[in-house]
């Protein structure tokens, strides 16, 4: 997916205030503590948004659904498929529930709620929204690859495409994005992908799998949170998801995944395979909110993109008078809120929100240069724009702004998450990271194209999405970088602090890598660019450049064949880490580029034993 598209919220659609759910055939129940033994006839009878929405209005602290099987969609004229809304103080045990959701729709939305706990419900859908099967041919100039789907799987024209190894059955070595493909039936009844290059790596009897996304009607991602605070799913499960597994946007946050899996779902019906693939695009996501999570105890698997993302952005400012600045937002999830600070870098002055309104572009009496910077601005560049997010607010200071600045709140980050004892593994980036004052500890990272990313991957000129005060500690990084080829990316490296458009000040202050063991890592293992006051010891390469490394970053002038790579820092001192047995493919242990002061330890807080150099 797009890097710089992936997240937004126009991607999902702003969680709607529909409740309600249809039941095939169901009359309707409304009582609160149903027996847990009620047969299975019973069970059609249970209508979960009924007993929902009757909770929140008698004020219940517990909710007990009865364990079983229900296929559920919504009502006629709404797109969700099971509500929260206006939510407090409510724990809804489901414990042995899952919920099939029969339409390519978001299955749970919580809305404006406090201190809502889940627990134990599984989330999966029939249909699927993708489909699996096997390449029976592949295009001799590699233009194209044909498929037979496989017995029990959807028969539909979607087009992104995944290619695994069929020993593994993870993502196949070798296989770059394969965006813009299109699809198109054979006579025969399989299924052609077509794209320039979508064959190189793939053979015939390689297991795909083919997505798509929500259908007609349909929003994505299977659980989404919105202006909520206090949220808890424990135990929770899901299986696939037209969209995202799970996302959070615009809230005030604390939310806590305790048992949280991601994982493949049974066979279907009529089936023999077990499904290759989870949620279709991203795994999970937070966004633009307040408190960051705590994700714990949790498995993020066979994701179509990225498992995990932190993500925020910055504000364009365009008109400012007195008091009083309008400010145009990227996507409507950036909503500031009274209360919040904002700033351009985090020791720049700043103002706090005392009010917002939002204010129609066309009337919010602002420059026409601005505006026509904004209406012309190229995708991916300074005043991309789009939408009619503007909005007006007044600080509690004169502006120390002036138009045409760009600038962020640090209190719609998501800083001070946790995200500790999980494992990821899915061919995306394992992490993305555009928040800061975080730990990562004690977390299993496979088989991703990159395990951990910090990069505002923005624009400005501002520490808009860039993570300070984090610490990295205690995880293992395992194979790593064989996939997902971006030689135009700085994003480099198994972990990797990034970020070319902060050229004013450092990007990432105050990091701590620690006791971590990166293995058997295809190309850099550790970039350390644009950083200040970072503390790398204890850590364990091992098996580095064992074999060709990849061309991540090899348009920036990353070397690949480094172990670590430090460019434009300061402040870094390495300690007592260890490469054991660094391969043919490398004699570059740490590699440090100009501009760069105060490195410590490059020669001897990294030493390497049992080198390899046989290249047979």
Not at 1 to 26: I, P
Request: no cysteine; proline share 5%; aromatic share 8%.
């Amino acid at each position: 997916m797009n890097m710089s598209l992936k997240g937004t919220l126009g991607k999902f659609g702003v969680v709607l205030l529909a409740v309600g759910m249809f039941m095939g055939g169901a009359s309707g129940f409304s009582g609160l503590n149903a027996s847990a033994n009620e047969s299975a006839s019973n069970l059609a009878e249970i209508d979960i948004q009924d007993m929902i929405t009757t909770a929140i209005a008698q004020n219940q602290a517990q909710l007990t659904i009865p364990p079983g099987t229900y296929r559920i969609g919504p009502k006629s004229g709404q797109n969700t498929i099971l509500n929260i809304e206006n939510a407090n103080n409510l724990e809804i045990i489901a414990n042995g529930v899952t919920v099939v959701g029969t339409t390519l729709t978001r299955a749970l939305s919580i809305w404006n709620s406090a201190n809502v706990i889940i627990r134990g419900m599984t989330i999966n859908y029939d249909p699927l929204p993708f489909t699996q099967g096997k390449v029976t041919a592949v295009a001799a100039d590699k233009s194209y690859v044909d498929i037979a789907i496989s017995a029990g799987y959807p028969h539909e024209l979607y087009t992104r495409l995944t290619v695994y190894d069929p020993a593994t059955g993870f993502q196949k070595r070798g296989i770059n994005h394969l965006w813009g493909t299109t699809a198109a039936w054979n006579a025969n009844g399989s299924l052609r992908i077509s794209l320039a290059g979508v064959g190189n790596n793939a053979a015939v009897n390689d297991p795909v799998t083919v997505a798509g996304g929500p259908g007609a009607g349909g929003i994505p991602h299977a659980i989404a949170v919105e202006r909520s605070s206090g949220v808890e799913f424990r135990n929770v499960t899901v299986h696939t998801a037209p969209g995202f597994a799970f996302i959070e946007a615009n809230s005030d946050g604390g939310t806590v995944l305790d048992g949280f899996k991601l994982i493949p779902g049974p066979v279907p019906p009529g089936a023999a395979e077990t499904p290759l693939l989870t949620s279709v695009w991203d795994g999970i996501q937070f966004k633009t909110s307040g408190l960051g999570p705590t994700v714990e105890n949790s498995i993020i698997k066979n994701a179509g993109d990225d498992s995990f993302s932190i993500q925020s952005g910055d504000y364009g400012v365009v008109k400012v008078q007195g008091d009083e600045i309008t400010v145009v937002l990227r996507d409507e999830s950036q909503i500031p809120r009274p209360g919040d600070r904002l700033k351009r870098f985090n020791n720049s002055p700043e103002a706090v929100v005392v009010s917002q309104e939002k204010v129609p572009k066309a009337s919010a009496g602002i420059d026409p240069a601005i505006l026509q910077k904004i209406d012309t601005a190229a995708q991916y560049t300074l005043w991309r724009f789009s939408g009619d997010n503007y909005y007006k607010i007044k600080l509690d200071r004169t502006s120390p702004f002036q138009a045409e600045d760009l600038i962020f709140s640090p209190d719609r980050m998501s800083n001070g998450f946790t995200f500790r004892n999980n494992e990821v593994y899915s061919p995306g980036r394992g992490m993305l990271l555009k928040a800061g004052g975080g730990l990562i500890e004690n977390n299993i990272f496979r088989g991703g194209d990159k395990a951990i990313v910090v990069s505002p991957e923005g624009v400005s000129d501002s520490h808009a999405g860039a993570g300070q005060n984090l610490t990295i500690r205690g995880n293992q990084f395992i194979g790593t970088g064989y996939h997902h080829y971006m030689p135009w990316s700085d994003q480099a490296g198994a972990v990797s602090f990034t970020s070319e458009n902060v050229t004013n000040m450092k990007a990432f202050d105050t990091v701590v890598i620690e006791d971590n063991i990166f293995d058997s890592i295809n190309g850099l293992n550790l970039n350390l660019t644009n950083v200040n006051n970072a503390t790398v010891s204890g850590n364990q390469f091992l098996n580095p450049h064992q074999t060709t490394p990849n061309n991540n970053g090899a348009d920036k002038g990353i070397d690949a064949t480094s172990v670590i790579w430090v460019k434009n820092a300061t402040g870094v001192t390495f300690t007592g880490n260890e490469i054991n047995q660094l391969g043919p493919f490398s004699s570059l242990t740490v590699n440090v580029q100009q501009p760069s002061a105060g490195i410590v330890g490059a020669d001897t807080g990294v030493i390497v034993v049992n080198p390899i150099t046989d290249t047979e």
